[in-house]
């Protein structure tokens, strides 16, 4: 099994539309939550961070952590075309330095207007 | 604000010959340094990190090297490129946390 599973999609919703993007773990150490929006042929960009369970609302973005079920999501409100991307999972066990990233390998979303 | 410069943007090099990628961040003092490759399909994959000037650790044995002369420079090298080196290679930086970590925009290497 691996630490982290992500559905490579692609997923097509139209303007508007509420998008659910979710990534599984298996690694139960796993403390530290992000979700990273990617273009094509840019970096990353951090879009939520959350440390353990809860949800964090920023903007039309929701994120939330399960750790009980090893599971977490992004929201996206009133999705707009701008939000065609791929987005990461991303999480750590922990903060000290060198502590790499563990990666989903992306949700490749479209939203058609 | 903090920002992470990387360049080039693009590279073609012939199987081989070296490779000097360079990263620098502006806006913080003593970064974190990391570099990732993203390959299609697989995923970030780290390959080096730094905590200071001259401290490197290595993840995965390979044919890179990296240095960091300077606090706020990472520099990832290789003295001869094999095909397998092809991707697209990125520098994060993070701060005393060390989460969360931020991405420069990359640059895509292409082996001939």
């Known amino acids: 099994q691996k630490e982290v599973e992500q559905d490579p999609g692609p997923l097509s919703v139209p303007e508007g539309a509420i998008v659910s993007l979710n990534c599984t773990y298996s690694?139960?150490?796993?403390?530290?939550f992000m979700w990273y929006r990617q273009y094509s042929r840019k970096g990353p960009e951090l879009l939520m961070y959350?440390?353990?369970?809860g949800n964090k609302e920023d903007g039309r973005f929701t994120a939330q952590v399960d750790k009980s079920s090893k599971y977490i999501s992004l929201f996206i409100r009133d999705s707009q075309p701008s939000d065609s991307a791929t987005y990461l999972c991303a999480m750590s066990a922990a903060n000290q330095a060198g502590t790499a990233l563990i990666f989903g390998k992306g949700t490749t979303l479209s939203v058609s207007s | 604000s903090q920002t992470i410069h990387q360049w080039p943007a693009t590279l073609v090099q012939p199987v081989g010959s070296p490779l000097s990628l360079e990263c620098t961040v502006e806006g913080t003092s003593n970064p974190n340094l990391y570099w990732y490759r993203q390959a299609a399909g697989r995923g970030l994959q780290l390959l080096f990190y730094s905590v200071g000037i001259g401290q490197i650790s290595s993840e995965v044995p390979q044919n890179l090297s990296a240095s960091r002369p300077q606090d706020r420079q990472f520099i990832l090298s290789s003295k001869k490129l094999l095909l397998s080196d092809s991707g697209f290679y990125l520098c994060a930086w993070a701060g005393p946390s060390n989460q969360p970590q931020h991405f420069g925009d990359g640059t895509r290497l292409s082996i001939l």
């Open positions: 959350t440390y353990s369970s």
């Open positions: 690694n139960s150490a796993f403390q530290y």
